[in-house]
């Protein structure tokens, strides 16, 4: 009889959100005590079964595809059955920054623990978990954070945002106009959610509908735009890339061929 396949475990974590960390794990055996922690967490089953404890809702096994919402400082455990390994991916964020994000849209927080089956959250999930691994921008992840806890709201979980108005689109010219006008710079969506005068996950849903892209996105490819104009002017590509405020030549040869399908030199020759 083959060995079973080793266990693993990757975690992923970025000083510039440090409000998030993320886990995927293999083949695990490991068992927990039934525990609590200050974050708020969600987590998914991928392989094998598991039995889930919660203080208030009991004990029940739970199948691979199977999602599980748990607040902070909620007690839980979540263990394989007996002589047998499963595999998992957990995400747990700070109170205090998702406690911020539901304040911005005058929603309140989840107080209980939730279980899902619904086969779009765990596609959202992993979609979330492959960008926060991935070599993706921090802005990027923030996004992917912030639509994957707002898209749940379709689903039944806590919404982070009012539906948007239908004139979402004529809400959004004036920000619209002031990117084309301001292509070189790259704002926070932070700031982009004041300026339009919407939470962060409404600008993002707002975004998409009018345009096809996240905010982020949109940005990027105004910039790869200009770096098209200034490419064939015959400028100099370490001059293009600091005038459009990529990290560095390289990061901006990265991100032209993604657009592009070319680098930057090969699009100039």
């Known amino acids: 009889m083959p060995a079973p396949p080793p266990a693993s475990a990757e975690f992923w974590r970025d000083p510039t959100l440090p409000y998030a960390e993320s886990r995927r794990a293999c083949h695990s055996r490991a068992c927990y005590k039934a525990h609590s922690h200050p974050s708020f967490s969600v987590g998914a089953v991928d392989q094998g079964s598991s039995r889930f404890t919660s203080a208030g809702t009991g004990s029940s ?6 999602v599980v919402f748990v607040p902070a400082a909620h007690v839980h455990a979540c263990n394989p059955l007996p002589n047998l390994a499963w595999s998992y991916q957990m995400l747990h964020l700070e109170a205090s920054w998702l406690q911020a994000l539901w304040q911005e849209s005058g929603v309140p927080p989840l107080q209980t623990v939730q279980l899902t089956q619904d086969a779009g959250i765990y596609a959202r999930f992993c979609q979330l978990n492959a960008v ?6 921090a802005p990027e992840k923030e996004i992917a954070l912030i639509a994957f806890l707002g898209d749940c709201a379709s689903h039944g979980q806590p919404s982070l945002s009012p539906s948007l108005a239908p004139d979402s689109r004529h809400k959004l010219q004036p920000l619209l106009a002031h990117l084309q006008h301001e292509a070189g710079a790259l704002i926070s969506l932070t700031e982009l959610a004041k300026m339009a005068n919407m939470s962060r996950y409404q600008l993002i849903r707002a975004f998409r509908q009018a345009t096809g892209l996240t905010p982020h996105a949109y940005q990027l490819n105004q910039r790869i735009n200009q770096a098209r104009h200034h490419l064939r002017a015959g400028e100099p590509l370490a001059d293009i890339a600091y005038r459009l405020g990529f990290a560095d030549q390289g990061h901006f040869q990265r991100v032209f061929k993604a657009h592009v399908g070319v680098t930057p030199g090969r699009y100039k020759a």
């Open 61 to 66: 096994v739970i199948q691979p595809g199977t």
């Open 132 to 137: 926060l691994f991935s070599d993706a921008s």
